[in-house]
């Protein structure tokens, strides 16, 4: 049986992503054009993250992330850089997906994000951040959810299904400050995604970063609605419980 490599990974990846460009469920992937190498991906990234200094950014944040999304679809996965990120994984949190910050800057950031078979992300929020992601190998189920402005009768938070989405290599999905912002992540088989969030993550971003546990019941039998309990890890729920 021949070995793949995480390097074989990558190019059978790039290879897909051609691949779906054809496929009618990722119409962005159609228009893209011509790729982009590592650097001039993160300058086009950086030219468009002053989107978030202007006035219109809370109403312009759907037309932001639709540009970002284009941007990660022309990405040349087989680019040296990207390569060398790839090939430097080590699995060393085996009940929990591998997450690198690739590149940082203020304005925004670039991660990669490794997921083992059957490894999940809890639900969780980005604070007063957009984000966009590309699935670049495997099987992901992701699920987002918008906070709405209403409490339940325990003034406990409500939140509401926005989508559910099976990921595949060339898919994307995207959230802003108040669409999709809390979401799920649950692979099926080893797959890897690059994201980047606009602004990136501070020390106060991080800090007001929740969890969210909702049951199988609807609230008061709304569809899609859910009455949500807050933590401010994805374990501690669990421990408590325990």
Known sequence: ??????????????????????????????????????????????????????????????????????????????????????????????????????????????????????????????????????CTHGEIEVTHYDKLTETSEEDLPLIKKERDLTMTPGMTATLTVSRGNIHELHAKEFTRMIDVFTPPYSRDRSSRTCYYWIGEDTYEGRTDTFEAEITRGPFRRSAESS
């Open 1 to 134: 049986m021949p070995r793949i490599t995480r390097r074989k990974v990558i190019q059978m990846s790039g290879g897909t992503l051609a691949v779906a460009a054809t496929l009618p469920y990722t119409s962005i992937l159609a228009e893209s054009k011509d790729s982009l190498g590592w650097d001039t991906f993160l300058k086009s990234c950086e030219n468009l993250s002053g989107a978030q200094f202007e006035e219109e950014w809370t109403a312009n944040q759907d037309e932001y992330t639709k540009k970002i999304e284009d941007l990660l679809v022309r990405l040349n996965l087989e680019d040296d850089k990207i390569v060398e990120f790839i090939e430097s994984y080590n699995n060393y949190n085996s009940s929990f997906p591998k997450i690198r910050t690739i590149h940082r800057k203020t304005e925004f950031q670039v991660s990669l994000l490794e997921f083992e078979a059957d490894e999940k992300i809890p639900l969780h929020d980005h604070p007063d951040m957009t984000g966009v992601v590309i």
